[in-house]
RNA sequence: GCACCCGUAGCUCAAUGGGAUAGAGCGUUGGCCUCCGGAGCCAAAGGCUGCGUGUUCGAAUCACGCCGGGUGCGCCA
């Protein structure tokens, strides 16, 4: 980033906090609130773990829960679909854990669902009956449809999720592509678990900045501030009062008197901050309908500005402020963080009195099991800080709030202070669909949307395929090529086996199955990655991780690709045929769900 | 200076509550369409998992200490 994007990005907004030290109480925290989750809930819980659990359960001292806990997968299906390590049992009973491998295996006899029981070393290495692998899964997805890999396991509670909240007055820029991509994909995850979620954008629409903008308007505008102004004039009056700024720091004296006027609600000046909000949502809109994103709520930091007295006065009464240089403060020394700045000394709100405000009015309107702040990683501080704050004023929910953080977005190149914005990017992806399907598919009917579909889709998909947690390098080559782990693969391999089903012409039939003709390894590799995508959907929430959907889709479709390469479907024998068509089915289900998900379009032809 | 995050193949990233031989994609090299969509598939090459010590039957994963990078640290958001 350079130095002028740099001075623009001061006033950027929402980040971070210490996600790993919160996400464990929090995790806690749900656990004791709800009776009815409970830890089993993360874990794979279908009739091959129950099974096992159940027979390794028998032969042992161990209960079937404790067995379900050892229960993990081997490195290779060549060495068994489900393995328990045998460590434990060797402290236990002082004995070789291969010894105890070889003697569990040798007792324990197949049964319908455990084909086959081996010891390699000290591990005991269960193979799954296949049909009833394929007949469990499929009957599952076939059954389950557009329903299958949600739950409800989130009934009756509540997410609020605060992301995307871009800043009024500037455009949106591509750093914004990651709160609002993360944000949209946790609010479609936990929706499909059943939670009833509120996605807030907590728009950056108050605050000094408003200031500098009605300072440099009264200085350069002509006439009456008016809603034909585009937002890239109102950067650009933006970037020239910060230099101006910088060169005479009298002329910030002004910008905060503005600011001062707009709190007090002078009527200029909310004349003037209502214009620039309306040019911003205006251009907002069009890239989050792009984008396919709603909010249930668009409550920005104006929308606190006549709670923020009360939020105050309660600090105060709680004893928990101090006055100091001026300003009113929360000490958290004690803690080892700076002090919270609630109020500045010239009586103007703060970033981080308006948060405080809007977490009180959230938690009082929605009474939330969760609230997570979608916000990069800059802010992690920031958010100690609140949630510290929240603790110390006697909020029990403290301990339900989470920053999800993500890194910072890098490897822009950025012109001279010129930010990149995010319908520019899309746009050129599209671009870029449109010449590629053009090449690929000439005849189709529906280019336009198709290109529109597999562009943003592309754009997507690169920022969610990643763990949010690192630094994003942004580079247009990896984004823009079809190629590979990408958006465009899965929505090509989702349009292919919507391809065969066209083509086979026949209905897909579920009953009369012979699912014991679905047993070759690619085949079964297949059904294993869908049978993992419910799971992949409810560790992507327990993590507050879209990527873990991205891994399991990406999983999927290369599965798919290889059972394509080597089964053929249509024109083979009929129990055959039908068996291997409703694999196909289930796969183009599962894929189309994942990229729902995901909040990425799944044509079918492309 | 203090705090937090990140160091895995040339590049971008994985690695299922610490487990078996650390895997993908991009890029490089070489193969595969008389056959359901080649935006695909197959194969080769590429690693002291930043370094060290410790805990453990077992460490990329946990602890401590270094090194390197990023970010933040009182009236911006």
Same mark, same amino acid.
């Given at each position: 980033?350079?130095?002028?994007?740099?001075?623009?990005?001061?006033?950027?907004?929402?980040?971070?906090?210490?996600?790993?030290?919160?996400?464990?109480?929090?995790?806690?925290?749900?656990?004791?609130?709800?009776?009815?989750?409970?830890?089993?809930?993360?874990?794979?819980?279908?009739?091959?773990?129950?099974?096992?659990?159940?027979?390794?359960?028998?032969?042992?001292?161990?209960?079937?829960?404790?067995?379900?806990?050892?229960?993990?997968?081997?490195?290779?299906?060549?060495?068994?679909?489900?393995?328990?390590?045998?460590?434990?049992?060797?402290?236990?009973?002082?004995?070789?854990?291969?010894?105890?491998?070889?003697?569990?295996?040798?007792?324990?006899?197949?049964?319908?669902?455990?084909?086959?029981?081996?010891?390699?070393?000290?591990?005991?290495?269960?193979?799954?009956?296949?049909?009833?692998?394929?007949?469990?899964?499929?009957?599952?997805?076939?059954?389950?449809?557009?329903?299958?890999?949600?739950?409800?396991?989130?009934?009756?509670?509540?997410?609020?999720?605060?992301?995307?909240?871009?800043?009024?007055?500037?455009?949106?820029?591509?750093?914004?592509?990651?709160?609002?991509?993360?944000?949209?994909?946790?609010?479609?995850?936990?929706?499909?678990?059943?939670?009833?979620?509120?996605?807030?954008?907590?728009?950056?629409?108050?605050?000094?900045?408003?200031?500098? @903008?009605? /300072? !440099?308007?009264? *200085? &350069?505008? =002509?006439?009456?501030?008016?809603?034909?102004?585009? %937002?890239?004039?109102?950067? $650009?009056?933006?970037?020239?009062?910060?230099?101006?700024?910088?060169?005479?720091?009298?002329?910030?004296?002004?910008?905060?008197?503005?600011?001062?006027?707009?709190?007090?609600?002078?009527?200029?000046?909310?004349?003037?901050?209502?214009?620039?909000?309306?040019?911003?949502?205006?251009?907002?809109?069009?890239?989050?309908?792009?984008?396919?994103?709603?909010?249930?709520?668009?409550?920005?930091?104006?929308?606190?500005?006549?709670?923020?007295?009360?939020?105050?006065?309660?600090?105060?009464?709680?004893?928990?402020?101090?006055?100091?240089?001026?300003?009113?403060?929360?000490?958290?020394?004690?803690?080892?963080?700076?002090?919270?700045?609630?109020?500045?000394?010239?009586?103007?709100?703060?970033?981080?009195?308006?948060? @405080?405000? /809007? !977490?009180?009015? *959230? &938690?009082? =309107?929605?009474?939330?099991?969760?609230?997570?702040? %979608?916000?990069?990683?800059? $802010?992690?501080?920031?958010?100690?800080?609140?949630?510290?704050?929240?603790?110390?004023?006697?909020?029990?929910?403290?301990?339900?709030?989470?920053?999800?953080?993500?890194?910072?977005?890098?490897?822009?190149?950025?012109?001279?202070?010129?930010?990149?914005?995010?319908?520019?990017?899309?746009?050129?992806?599209?671009?870029?669909?449109?010449?590629?399907?053009?090449?690929?598919?000439?005849?189709?009917?529906?280019?336009?949307?198709?290109?529109?579909?597999?562009?943003?889709?592309?754009?997507?998909?690169?920022?969610?395929?990643?763990?949010?947690?690192?630094?994003?390098?942004?580079?247009?080559?990896?984004?823009?090529?079809?190629?590979?782990?990408?958006?465009?693969?899965?929505?090509?391999?989702?349009?292919?086996?919507?391809?065969?089903?066209?083509?086979?012409?026949?209905?897909?039939?579920?009953?009369?199955?012979?699912?014991?003709?679905?047993?070759?390894?690619?085949?079964?590799?297949?059904?294993?990655?869908?049978?993992?995508?419910?799971?992949?959907?409810?560790?992507?929430?327990?993590?507050?991780?879209?990527?873990?959907?991205?891994?399991?889709?990406?999983?999927?479709?290369?599965?798919?690709?290889?059972?394509?390469?080597?089964?053929?479907?249509?024109?083979?024998?009929?129990?055959?045929?039908?068996?291997?068509?409703?694999?196909?089915?289930?796969?183009?289900?599962?894929?189309?769900?994942?990229?729902?998900?995901?909040?990425?379009?799944?044509?079918?032809?492309?």
């Amino acid at each position: 980033m350079n130095d002028s994007l740099r001075a623009i990005s001061i006033t950027e907004n929402r980040n971070e906090d210490r996600w790993a030290e919160l996400s464990l109480p929090l995790r806690s925290v749900i656990m004791v609130v709800s009776n009815t989750v409970t830890r089993e809930v993360w874990w794979m819980s279908d009739a091959f773990v129950t099974a096992i659990a159940n027979v390794v359960s028998a032969q042992t001292d161990l209960s079937p829960a404790e067995v379900e806990e050892l229960i993990e997968t081997p490195p290779s299906s060549e060495m068994g679909d489900y393995a328990v390590p045998c460590f434990a049992l060797a402290r236990k009973w002082r004995k070789p854990p291969a010894a105890i491998a070889a003697e569990l295996a040798a007792k324990i006899a197949p049964s319908e669902y455990l084909a086959k029981v081996e010891n390699a070393g000290p591990y005991l290495n269960f193979f799954v009956n296949k049909r009833c692998l394929a007949e469990e899964t499929l009957k599952r997805v076939a059954t389950e449809g557009a329903r299958y890999g949600t739950s409800n396991v989130g009934a009756g509670k509540t997410v609020v999720i605060d992301f995307s909240h871009p800043n009024i007055a500037k455009p949106f820029g591509i750093h914004h592509l990651r709160s609002t991509v993360i944000g949209n994909a946790l609010r479609n995850v936990y929706r499909a678990l059943g939670y009833h979620v509120v996605g807030i954008n907590h728009l950056g629409d108050w605050g000094t900045q408003f200031g500098k @903008l009605l /300072a !440099a308007w009264q *200085r &350069w505008g =002509t006439g009456e501030l008016t809603e034909d102004i585009s %937002v890239a004039t109102l950067l $650009q009056l933006y970037v020239r009062i910060h230099d101006e700024i910088e060169n005479d720091p009298a002329v910030e004296e002004e910008a905060r008197a503005w600011f001062r006027r707009l709190e007090q609600g002078d009527p200029e000046a909310r004349r003037m901050w209502e214009v620039c909000r309306n040019v911003s949502l205006k251009e907002f809109n069009r890239v989050y309908e792009m984008l396919g994103i709603t909010f249930e709520s668009v409550a920005g930091e104006s929308f606190y500005q006549d709670k923020i007295h009360d939020t105050l006065q309660r600090l105060q009464d709680k004893g928990l402020t101090t006055v100091s240089e001026g300003a009113t403060i929360v000490d958290l020394k004690p803690w080892g963080m700076p002090p919270f700045i609630a109020r500045r000394r010239d009586d103007a709100s703060l970033y981080a009195t308006r948060d @405080l405000a /809007a !977490a009180e009015y *959230r &938690w009082s =309107t929605y009474h939330f099991d969760k609230m997570l702040y %979608v916000v990069d990683v800059a $802010q992690s501080l920031h958010f100690q800080q609140l949630f510290k704050v929240l603790e110390l004023m006697g909020y029990e929910w403290h301990a339900r709030c989470a920053h999800v953080v993500f890194g910072r977005m890098l490897g822009l190149s950025t012109r001279e202070g010129k930010v990149i914005f995010l319908e520019d990017v899309l746009n050129h992806s599209i671009e870029l669909a449109r010449k590629m399907v053009e090449e690929k598919n000439p005849d189709l009917p529906n280019k336009d949307e198709v290109a529109q579909q597999v562009g943003i889709g592309a754009v997507i998909f690169a920022d969610l395929k990643r763990g949010r947690i690192k630094d994003y390098v942004f580079d247009w080559e990896e984004v823009l090529n079809p190629f590979g782990d990408t958006g465009p693969y899965l929505q090509y391999t989702h349009a292919r086996f919507c391809s065969i089903l066209r083509k086979a012409a026949q209905p897909v039939v579920m009953g009369g199955v012979d699912y014991a003709r679905l047993s070759e390894a690619e085949t079964v590799a297949l059904i294993k990655a869908i049978a993992a995508f419910p799971r992949a959907v409810q560790q992507a929430a327990r993590d507050y991780e879209p990527s873990i959907v991205s891994r399991a889709l990406l999983d999927i479709a290369d599965k798919a690709n290889k059972f394509y390469e080597k089964h053929q479907v249509i024109g083979v024998e009929e129990t055959t045929f039908h068996a291997r068509l409703l694999l196909v089915d289930c796969t183009r289900q599962v894929l189309a769900n994942g990229l729902r998900l995901l909040g990425i379009a799944a044509p079918e032809e492309m």
